[in-house]
Nanobody, 124 residues
């Protein structure tokens, strides 16, 4: 089973940048797609970004497209989420997850393992 640990969250000003990291343990890490999700108070968990097992293909939520970039370094078993031009609406707990398939899927049900989350707060 894959274990995931997020880091890099914190408080930033609107318009600023932040990079989240997700360290994964597991021998089959490189075989699966990875995703980032977020959940704000009073809202449902929502899809943010996903990347295929090879790191070649990516998908983004419309709300973050053009501002966020997902990437992975399979040699280091790490997935990243570079967040630029941050908005107060981006404030949430961010979770990384590993999928049960290799495609860059967007639905939570397609992900098997989840991290504990890291808080991102964007000042307004």
């Amino acid at each position: 089973q894959v274990q995931l640990v997020e880091s890099g969250g914190g408080l930033v000003q609107a318009g600023g940048s932040l990079r989240l990291s997700c360290a994964a343990s597991g021998r089959t890490f490189s075989s699966y797609a990875m995703g980032w999700f977020r959940q704000a108070p009073g809202k449902e968990r929502e899809f943010v970004a996903t990347i295929s097992g090879t790191g070649v293909s990516t998908r983004y939520a419309d709300s973050v497209k053009g501002r966020f970039t997902i990437s992975r370094d399979n040699a280091k078993n790490t997935v990243y989420l570079q967040m630029d031009s941050l908005k107060p609406e981006d404030t949430a707990v961010y979770y990384c997850a590993s999928s049960i398939i290799v495609l860059p899927v967007t639905t939570p049900g397609s992900y098997k393992n989840w991290g504990q989350g890291t808080q991102v707060t964007v000042a307004s």
